[in-house]
């Protein structure tokens, strides 16, 4: 593969021919070629070509190996409105958003709302019926989906590693020289290094940094000052500072002396002394040490560095200490590097540090020797170097890996976006993006400039010494060699400078070095030589340079480095000094190369030719008597040249053995490859990769024996590395780095890898299979094998993608590889021996076992995309045959997770059958392991199936790739079996618990959802009870997914298993939402996210400072979960709701209300084309019942929907109605109907108007299908009162005023409105905005063209329910009073039987009520009266249906004792029979026991000859029964009956049943009684008085503050508008009943007496009362001015009736003048006695009572002194002045009158005369005297009537 393979774009699939990915490796500056010396040839080192190929080649990158996968979008959800009855939030948002429409600020986002959660446009429109189509329940149960977290639950998920970065640490720190300025002024040219150094260790940590400062006059060019020094840190420690050493121009002698930096007085230098500097700098080349500062770039203080807060003095001082808001995400690795400013954005801030404590140097120093406790303080130099310090902070997750939110978030999705999970990988919404651009625009370019393009010139990176130190492969090239000259310890004084040089050989001194010396300036080009400080006028000289040396990539033993020591005289004599050769010392190097070592050297005076060699040694000429007096130090930096011997002789052998020099058998390079195992780690891990490549060359074409040992000392390896260098994960970083990046397969140079490998693997796994021992490095292989099936994967690829590479047109999918047989036998002999292994090592447990599975899951995984994958569904059959059916737990888990893991390829959805003929091989097999796990008795599995399942379905849901409907509806249809055999298995899926459950059910509603309507029709036609299960499911999905809000559902959440039983692991914040919502939102609320975009009307939770907050209120999220669980409410998914922070409470309220709709609506659909699909009658099911449709219809119903939900719900109705109606309202669907009925009543009580209205059409709807079906709607009335009595039991008719009184609730006036509404002509309108047709109404039935509709009757129909609405109420409002005010309780009752008499049991049930409060109050007339109803309402149903022994006549006859029963017998009744309501109750039986009782009530009122006919109405049943007992009771009775009457009647009192009042009532406070009358009807004790007290007593409870009850005194006519306004007016008046046949004209005083002579029915329906008043305005007159007005009133009904008082509809009165008065007066005395003697007596020996009433009216006649009555009429009219004003003829009558009157008078005393004994003589006498002195008194004015008498 020569050429760089494309990038692969995107959105190409995974399985593409481009499936490699080359990433170029980002070098270091100068390595980007190889340096010149190891340009040389290669080849023959085959070794070295190993590994300079390692740091250079690209890496080649798997793109499909981790899984690819592009989400859409996902939906933006809706906020759902659920209504309640009192609730209207869909007016308050539209009244919202007309507030907020401002165009420009109207962002979807920043609505307020009422519940204080985002709300958007409800749009009406959008609600047409097929609304079920917009919302799929799956995004909104399954909201914050995420493949990359649900992959990484997955046991044994393989991680990605991101690229090994080239320098991996942790911190970058850039440093910058500005300037440096001096007291006495910048004159001449200064330079310096700048290091890290550990000050504890004293060690240097890095190679120099060298600058230049150019004198203040030519700095313009400012050219050496642009560069920075990058410094590379594996963590903050307090131990490391930068070294800075400041050096000049060596000092003239007799010059101007450097001590006049460091004067304290200030220096003014002259023009001359400049000069001189000036002049002598440029001259002298050579340098001295000048002054040195260490800067501690960490505070001390601090515990492992977290938070970095730097001292002041420190350079890296945060301007911020602590965190910002970002960093709360960034993994703790990276917390500790960061601090809060930093990481704004990823790049640093920096620190201009300004450095005035340099030491000045007195002598020259070795490094080591500054921190010497011994040394002398020297003067501080008076001037201050000023540095730029930044930190920069790249991981190892480099540049591709920072999220957008610019924070560096390792591995978690950036939960800082709280968007969706899903969401955060491609791009992020609206208002965030615009927020974020300008940040990491910024961000951006900052990494393009200044740390990935690490070669930029201006940046020198130095070289971290450490690096080979660490236990990590090394990742690039480097191959040099650090010189540092020590100590020259000499004899004399010398100024001494060390010059260092390589040489190839030692043939002639004078050839030119080698150009290997790095130059200390920018060019780059490498130099002959470098050169040390100069040491000035000492013995002991002491250095601290560092020369850089390139080495040659071979070492040979010729290569040396030559030190060549000079003197030089620092004086200008005529011209420039020249330096002295002293002496010289040679250092072979490969003697010398380890990483670090001090060598002491003695120094030559000559060097001669072949001075290398040991025979030239003796001729030497040694200065100091050969004493070692030159001590240096090197330090090796290689990556090409390892320092342990074993890997060299490793390399070695390897080379011969590769270039065929070594003997054939090559024993010794097995020796070399055994000895690997005994390599220390670091040197085996620093050369991990080349040691590989080696082997695994090896093993790919050495001979067996070569094979197999290369493949131990390999396995042996890799256990080590993952052993001693673990982090705790399954796959070490190194070997994954090495798989997933290193690893080209020799990159074409020679065969693949796989074949070989999987040879010698299989033989070794057929060896232990056949039970041979293969020693414990099998169990090895085993752990490893992840790593040697992904080695082989890759081999795969690389030859799949090499073979078609040049040949596939873009765009095409590369063939699968075509394995030679021989090699897929072996890998399928491989899998076995491994699957053989992973089940036994399964049941003992091991969990070696289950990695080992996952690994296998893998392999078949990538071979799917490599191979033929029906060569891998081989090895899958063979895993299914192994693990069959229902096994152990730890078995079964091992087969979920493997077939998870498999699933879960790219191309699931588009893999092959078996056999060509077959749908999708994969699926059929997770479907029925899916099938088999949910009915195994491990819970754990259970619910991991289902989650499984739940995760694919939405990863296909949300791949882009599949977002056709045709897609979508393959992937249905793959999946569509699971739900046939769950309909076969329903027990299956009962046995699940409801999590189980939903996730099923959501799958289900999915696949239902994508599914074309033929397939389901299909399924549909299998048979009756598997569609009826399938609507079970349905069913299960409305209860599962039922809204509660949030208060109710978590008593319901909690109560499904008790909470404690969970294990707190998991917090459940909902029971509604998919499981990983839960972790999703703990692990948001971890974060303490502040999602994007927060919210203008700031209900985000500002952070406090820790000060601030008081100690018990928790100032962050963090740690209010943490209080809410330490103090336990953490237990219930309430107090966890609490917990969350608003925002993301908000998002889970959405969530569920969402999924809630999106079920409903999903049901809803599906039941639509269920009932056209059985409009067809093309499916199989119950069509006499339809029980599939109207079961679920009811569930939906029945629990809160959303207005998304009834916009649509109306439509469907309507369509399912105009199909299926003759069946829904059918009898057998009473019950269906009654459940709609009540529904739509309910829902017309809404305060939501859309809802309200929908009711209306609803129930117009039902009243069309009624005329439709039945012509007319009795049934419909009847069926809506009793829903309507049902409704008023649940419905809150009345509510309390402030003042703690009754009133009318909203609800109560709603419903009276929705019905009215409901017969409202002008419904066009309406029903067009309810989504139906204008014609909706019309009922006619199908081939005729009459509308049956009537409007009159559906008024009607509207009345009775209205009245039955206000009948409740007022019952209702009683409430309080109903103990009180009994006269209402029972009206309260009588209305309700009223309103409830469509239906008998209804009105039945009140007319007994009624009955029983009359009892209560003894009111037996009226209790018998309610007996008598209800025993007429069954006697009327029977004589309807024909089955009684009663007629017609016979409901007359009752109808005269009680009105209110109709003669009508209409075909109601029958019509009213619903289920649980109906003429079953209405039997003979019933009848009788309500006409007994009523007997006996009448019995106690006494009103026997009522008692008579109820009698004689029981006496035919048991006529026709022969039952001759019971008959002989009925005439005993009736004989008792009759004898009551006749002593009734022969009592001398005349007996009164009851007495009558009349009452007005005037006053606000009365309300409907206000200016009416009324006739109450009393027991016979009760006099005025009594009722006074009665009424007063309850109306005054009625009275408030503000008024007051008044009685009016007397009987007159009131006139209301005269009576004061706040007092209320209380009339009550004695009246008398009025006979049928009564003359109410004639001015007789009317004594009820005379008119009980025979038996006739008591029913009374008029009154009389008479009220004597005068005209001329005196409130008393004598007889003469006395007029009397006689009222008689109608009332509405007659007495006794079914209630105490009724309503006066008429009043009309008659006026007597005085003289008719008078004569009216005197004609009633002389009437009664008449009567008196004339009545006939049974037997002449009865004669006692009549002698008492005689004595009785005698005596009020005669006496003369009793109100003087015939007397003062007299006085009054015939004495003087009156007698003038009496016409005549009233004259005559009352002349007339007097005479008759005293002539009975006569009579009557002589009967007296008769009828009296001894005792009553006297009173006789008395009687006699009286008679005559009246009649003298009378004589005066009648002169006649001595005449006459």
Not at 467 to 482: A, D, G
Not at 1125 to 1134: D, E, F, H
Request: charged share 25%.
């Amino acid at each position: 593969m020569t050429a760089q393979v494309a990038t692969m774009e995107p959105a190409a699939a995974a399985g593409e021919g481009q499936r490699f990915k080359r990433i170029p490796r980002q070098a270091r500056a100068g390595n980007l070629e190889l340096d010149p010396l190891l340009n040389e040839n290669l080849d023959q080192w085959p070794h070295l070509n190993e590994l300079v190929q390692c740091y250079k080649a690209d890496f080649v990158k798997d793109d499909c190996k981790y899984g690819r996968y592009e989400s859409v979008a996902p939906p933006s959800f809706q906020n759902q409105i659920f209504e309640g009855p009192d609730t209207d939030i869909e007016t308050e948002l539209q009244l919202c958003n007309a507030r907020h429409s401002k165009p420009e600020d109207a962002t979807e986002d920043d609505t307020p709302s009422t519940s204080g959660r985002q709300m958007y446009e409800t749009d009406p429109s959008a609600s047409s019926s097929k609304m079920h189509c917009s919302l799929s329940p799956l995004p909104a149960y399954e909201p914050a989906f995420d493949w990359e977290n649900e992959r990484s639950l997955i046991f044994g998920q393989r991680v990605p590693e991101s690229l090994p970065a080239i320098n991996n640490s942790g911190l970058k720190i850039t440093v910058k020289v500005l300037s440096l300025s001096f007291q006495a002024g910048l004159v001449e040219p200064f330079s310096g290094t700048i290091c890290l150094y550990n000050r504890d260790k004293r060690e240097k940590l890095s190679e120099d940094f060298y600058f230049h400062i150019l004198p203040t006059d030519i700095q313009d060019a400012q050219v050496s000052l642009d560069r920075r020094g990058v410094f590379s840190l594996d963590a903050p420690s307090p131990s490391v500072c930068l070294l800075i050493q400041l050096e000049k121009a060596a000092t003239e002698e007799g010059g101007v002396t450097p001590s006049l930096y460091s004067r304290k007085e200030p220096v003014h230098l002259t023009e001359k002394e400049k000069q001189k500097l000036q002049v002598w700098s440029r001259i002298m080349p050579y340098k001295e040490s000048f002054a040195w500062a260490m800067i501690p770039l960490f505070e001390g203080n601090q515990a492992g560095g977290v938070g970095d807060v730097a001292s002041p003095s420190s350079p890296v001082a945060p301007s911020i200490s602590g965190s910002s808001s970002q960093d709360n995400i960034v993994d703790p690795i990276s917390k500790l590097t960061l601090d809060g400013k930093l990481n704004h954005y990823s790049s640093g801030c920096p620190v201009i540090v300004e450095i005035s404590n340099l030491n000045k140097v007195k002598e020259s120093y070795i490094e080591d020797s500054l921190q010497d406790p011994k040394r002398k303080v020297h003067k501080p130099v008076k001037g201050v170097l000023r540095l730029e310090v930044e930190k920069l902070h790249v991981g190892h997750n480099d540049v591709d890996n920072v999220s957008e939110g610019g924070s560096m978030s390792n591995g978690l999705n950036d939960a800082g976006e709280l968007n969706n999970g899903r969401y955060n990988r491609s791009s992020f919404d609206g208002t965030h993006s615009s927020r974020n651009s300008s940040a990491i625009a910024q961000k951006d370019a900052h990494h393009n400039g200044q740390i990935s393009n690490a070669d930029n010139d201006d940046h020198f990176q130095a070289f971290d010494f450490r690096m080979l130190t660490r236990s990590e492969p090394f990742s690039q090239l480097f191959h040099c060699l650090y010189v540092y000259p020590l100590t020259v310890s000499l004899s004399r004084k010398r100024n001494l400078f060390v010059r260092v040089e390589l040489r190839k050989d030692d043939s002639d001194i004078r050839k030119p070095p080698l150009e290997a010396v790095h130059p200390k300036d920018q060019n780059t080009m490498l130099q002959k030589w470098g050169h040390t400080q100069i040491t000035v006028g000492t013995r002991m000289a002491c250095y601290h340079d560092e020369v850089k040396i390139s080495l040659p990539a071979l070492l040979t033993p010729q290569h040396h480095l030559v030190f060549t020591f000079f003197h030089i005289d620092l004086q200008m004599k005529l011209e420039a000094p020249k330096p002295v050769i002293i002496g010289y010392s040679v250092l072979p190097l490969s003697t010398h190369i380890q990483l670090l070592s001090d060598v002491s050297l003695p120094i030559l005076r000559e060097l001669v030719p072949h001075y290398l060699q040991e025979s030239g040694k003796e001729r030497m000429d040694y200065l100091e008597d050969g004493k070692t007096v030159f001590r240096l130090r090197l330090r090796l930096c290689s990556s090409l040249f390892p320092v342990n011997e074993r890997i060299r002789d490793f390399f070695v052998e390897y080379d011969r053995h590769t270039l065929h020099t070594s003997p054939p058998w090559g024993s010794e390079l097995l020796e070399a490859i055994n000895s690997l195992k005994n390599v220390e780690s670091t040197a085996l891990l620093q050369f991990l990769q080349p040691i590989l490549n080696m082997l695994l060359h090896l093993i790919g074409d050495g001979g067996e024996t070569l094979q197999v040992a290369a493949f131990r000392a390999m396995v042996n390896i890799l256990t080590r590395v993952q052993q001693e260098s673990s982090d705790g994960a399954e796959r070490n970083r190194f070997l994954i780095n090495y798989v997933d990046f290193s690893f080209d397969d020799f990159g074409d140079r020679q065969a693949p890898v796989y074949p070989g490998l999987s040879t010698v693997w299989g033989s070794l796994a057929r060896s232990k299979a056949k039970g041979y021992r293969v020693g414990p490095v099998y169990d090895d292989v085993l752990a490893m094998a992840w790593f040697f099936l992904e080695l082989v994967v890759k081999s795969m690829g690389l030859e799949q993608s090499r073979l078609f590479y040049h040949n596939l047109p873009l765009g095409e999918d590369a063939p699968p590889l075509q394995l030679k047989e021989g090699v897929f036998r072996c890998i399928m002999q491989l899998f076995d021996c491994l699957l053989t292994e992973v089940h036994e090592r399964c049941k003992k447990g091991l969990s070696l076992a289950k990695r080992l599975n996952s690994t296998l899951a893998f392999f078949c995984y990538d071979l799917l995309s490599i191979i033929e994958p029906r060569q891998v569904f081989e090895l899958v059959s063979l895993y299914m045959d192994k693990f069959a059916g229902v096994c152990q737990s730890v078995l079964h888990d091992c087969k979920l997770t493997f077939l998870q893991i498999i699933c879960d390829h790219d191309l699931f959805v588009e893999m092959p059958g078996r056999d060509p003929s077959d749908r999708n091989y994969l699926s059929s097999v997770l479907i029925q392991e899916i099938f088999l796990t949910l009915d195994h008795d491990d819970l754990s599995q259970r619910a991991k199936a289902a989650r499984i399942l739940v995760v694919l379905i939405c990863k296909h849901e949300f791949d882009a790739r599949y977002q056709r409907s045709e897609d979508k509806l393959y992937i249905a249809q793959l999946y569509f079996p699971l739900i046939g055999q769950i309909l076969d298995e329903m027990p299956v899926f009962y046995n699940l618990n409801s999590v189980e459950k939903r996730e099923v059910l959501v799958v289900i509603l999915q696949i239902v959802r994508n599914l074309d309507d033929a397939t389901l029709i299909k399924a549909w036609q299998q048979s009756i009870a598997r569609t009826r299960l399938f609507f079970k499911l349905l069913e299960e999905c409305i209860t599962h997914f039922e809204h509660n809000k949030a208060g109710d559902s978590l008593l319901l959440g909690s109560s499904s298993r008790s909470p404690d039983v969970e294990r707190p692991a998991s917090p459940k914040y909902s029971e509604r939402l998919s499981p990983s919502v839960n972790a999703y939102l703990s692990e948001a609320s971890r974060h303490e996210i502040r999602p994007q975009g927060t919210p203008e009307n700031g209900y985000m939770w500002n952070r406090v400072s820790p000060q601030l907050s008081s100690p018990n209120q928790p100032y962050s999220l963090r740690e209010a979960l943490a209080q809410a669980q330490s103090s336990r409410i953490g237990s219930t998914a309430r107090a966890l709701r609490e917990s969350l922070h608003p925002v993301l409470r908000q998002k889970l309220e959405l969530w569920e209300e969402n999924l809630s709709t999106a079920v409903s609506l999903e049901v809803l659909g599906i039941t639509e084309k269920f009932s056209v699909a059985a409009g067809a009658r093309s499916i199989t099911t119950d069509y006499a019942k339809l029980d599939c449709v109207t079961s679920v219809l009811m569930g939906l119903l029945s629990r809160s929907q959303p207005l998304a939900f009834w916009k649509a719900f109306l439509p469907v109705v309507y369509n399912i109605f105009n199909l299926h109606g003759a069946t829904l309202m059918a009898r057998e669907n009473d019950r269906f109907l009654k459940q709609i009925a009540f529904h739509l009543l309910r829902l017309a009580v809404f305060r939501n108007d859309s809802i309200r209205k929908r009711a209306v059409v609803g129930l117009q709807i039902l009243v069309r299908n009624s005329f439709n079906y039945f012509k007319n709607t009795t049934r419909l009335r009847v069926m809506l009162t009793i829903t309507l009595s049902e409704l008023l039991s649940d419905v809150q008719v009345t509510q309390m005023k402030s003042d703690g009184s009754l009133e009318e609730s909203g609800e109560a006036r709603r419903l009276r409105k929705s019905l009215e509404e409901m017969a409202d002509v002008r419904s066009k309108d309406l029903l067009k905005d309810c989504g139906l047709p204008v014609t909706a109404l019309e009922a006619a039935p199908e081939g005729s063209t009459d509308n049956r509709w009537s409007w009159v009757e559906v008024k009607h129909l509207s009345k009775c329910l209205v009245q039955a609405l206000d009948a409740g109420l007022e019952h209702s409002l009683l409430g309080s009073v109903i103990t009180v005010d009994r006269y209402a309780a029972a009206e309260g009752f009588y209305k309700l039987a009223m309103a409830y008499a469509p239906v008998p049991d209804l009105h039945i049930m009140w007319l007994l009520h009624l009955c029983d409060a009359h009892q209560e109050m003894q009111s037996w007339a009226e209790a018998a009266q309610c007996a008598v109803a209800v025993a007429g309402v069954i006697m009327q149903a029977l004589v309807g249906r024909n089955d009684a022994v009663w007629s017609k006549e016979h409901v007359a006859s009752l109808r005269k004792i009680c009105p209110i029963v109709s003669t009508d017998v209409s075909a109601e009744t029958s019509a009213a029979e619903v289920e649980g309501y109906g003429a079953s109750k209405l039997t003979v039986d019933s009848a009788v026991k309500y006409l007994q009782l009523a007997n006996k009530l009448f019995a106690q009122a006494e009103l026997y000859h009522f008692c008579a006919s109820i009698q004689e109405l029981i006496i035919p049943v048991y006529k026709s029964r022969r039952a001759y007992g019971q008959l002989a009771k009925c005439h005993t009775s009736l004989t008792n009956i009759y004898e009551s009457i006749l002593e009734q009647e022969a009592s001398p009192i005349p007996f009164i049943d009851a007495t009558y009042y009349r009452v007005g009532f005037y006053g606000e406070r009365f309300g409907k009684l206000n200016k009416k009358e009324y006739v109450f009807r009393e027991p016979r004790d009760v006099r005025l008085g009594d009722i006074m007290e009665k009424l007063s007593h309850i109306y005054e409870a009625k009275m408030d503050g503000n008024h007051t009850l008044h009685i009016i005194p007397d009987s007159r006519q009131v006139n209301a508008d005269e009576l004061q306004p706040d007092v209320c007016y209380l009339q009550i008046t004695a009246v008398d009943p009025v006979m049928e046949d009564e003359d109410l004209g004639s001015r007789r005083e009317r004594i009820f007496s005379l008119s009980t002579g025979t038996v006739r029915a008591r029913v009374f329906d008029r009154f009389l009362f008479d009220t004597p008043f005068t005209k001329n305005g005196k409130t008393q007159g004598g007889l003469e001015d006395q007029w009397k007005r006689r009222t008689v009133l109608q009332t509405e009904g007659s007495f006794p009736a079914l209630v105490n008082r009724l309503l006066v509809i008429k009043s009309e009165s008659l006026e007597f003048s005085p003289v008719e008065n008078a004569i009216g007066m005197i004609e009633t005395r002389t009437a009664a006695l008449r009567n008196e003697l004339e009545e006939p007596r049974s037997s002449e020996g009865d004669q006692l009572p009549r002698l008492q009433s005689l004595q009785r009216i005698l005596q009020g006649s005669v006496a003369v002194q009793v109100n003087s009555g015939v007397l003062s009429v007299c006085t009054a009219f015939l004495s003087g002045e009156p007698a003038t004003r009496l016409r005549s003829q009233e004259l005559q009558q009352l002349i007339a009158a007097l005479l008759e009157f005293m002539a009975v008078c006569k009579r009557a005393i002589r009967v007296h005369f008769r009828l009296i004994g001894e005792e009553d003589q006297e009173f006789h006498t008395q009687l006699v005297n009286g008679f005559q002195s009246l009649t003298a008194e009378l004589s005066h004015y009648i002169p006649a009537i001595l005449s006459e008498l």
